[in-house]
């Protein structure tokens, strides 16, 4: 069954913030990629402005991403993980939350590439599920895709998501945050415990779904594939369970074509709908 959109949507617009990104080969984003063909990988956030306030979905690289990296990151992980910044949300965004303040951080998940500039917005309440939370702060946190230290302050503003058990869309629970229809959060676990993935629909029609890092690249939705299987061993917490939510991205697909579907590093994808400046409404 179809979604029956609300018939007044408010007037919410969004922008994809590129705050770095890396090259590598095409394999290593996904099983079946091109080992010839390059390919860019971004670390991006996503800006919803909504007329009740703008938030932040995910921070991409932050302000101490440099010692954060340094001081954390195993060594034999650093090649596979390097970067080149473009700037933090925070630099990038400057003039914009002059206008519209950032007053909450989603967070897809709590991996350090995605945590990263939590800190560099002290006044922004920061959203997690429990579960994610737990784990993220718990003594198993693995290595090399948490770093504690971005988040484990007190004066972190912690809010945790409390999913209901309304469906929406091909999704069991989810939380609609404005109680309009034009921000839900949705639950996407497997590439960690507690990840989740968030729809925004705007006044126009068009859709956007914010997919986390289930695959890194729309391919990974589409073939369907995993990410190459060293990539997955490194990144994914549990990979039957990355798959179920591959599976059900990839119906989401299926049953509208039209949607915007965006991983948080395939920068191929986000952009062909364009960066920050740029804003969808
Ligand atoms: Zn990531």
Excluded at 92 to 106: D, G, S
């Amino acid at each position: 069954m179809r979604l029956q959109l609300p018939k007044r949507l408010p007037d919410v617009s969004f922008s994809i913030i590129k705050t770095a990104e890396s090259k590598t080969l095409e394999a290593f984003f996904y099983s079946g990629g091109s080992w010839t063909t390059a390919r860019v990988g971004a670390h991006s956030a996503i800006l919803v402005r909504h007329p009740l306030g703008a938030f932040l979905f995910d921070t991409g690289l932050g302000n101490n991403v440099d010692e954060q990296f340094q001081e954390n990151m195993p060594f034999w992980l650093k090649p596979f993980m390097a970067y080149q910044k473009f700037g933090s949300a925070q630099v990038l965004l400057a003039e914009e939350v002059k206008k519209n303040p950032i007053r909450t951080i989603i967070l897809s998940h709590l991996h350090w590439d995605h945590a990263s500039g939590i800190n560099d917005f002290p006044d922004a309440e920061v959203w997690t599920t429990r579960q994610e939370y737990d784990w993220a702060m718990g003594p198993g946190a693995p290595e090399g895709r948490y770093i504690q230290s971005q988040f484990s302050g007190k004066e972190v503003k912690w809010r945790f998501i409390q999913f209901e058990q309304v469906p929406y869309e091909n999704f069991e629970q989810s939380l609609d945050v404005f109680r309009d229809g034009s921000v839900v959060l949705v639950p996407l676990p497997g590439h960690a415990p507690g990840a989740i993935g968030m729809f925004v629909n705007l006044r126009s029609g068009k859709r956007l779904f914010a997919a986390g890092d289930t695959t890194w690249t729309l391919e990974g939705f589409q073939l369907p594939a995993h990410k190459f299987w060293i990539s997955s061993l490194l990144v994914d917490h549990d990979k039957r369970e990355t798959e179920q939510a591959i599976l059900k991205v990839r119906r989401l697909m299926q049953e509208y074509p039209q949607m915007l579907i965006v991983p948080t590093h395939d920068e191929k994808a986000q952009g062909n709908i364009g960066f920050f400046p740029r804003f969808f409404r």
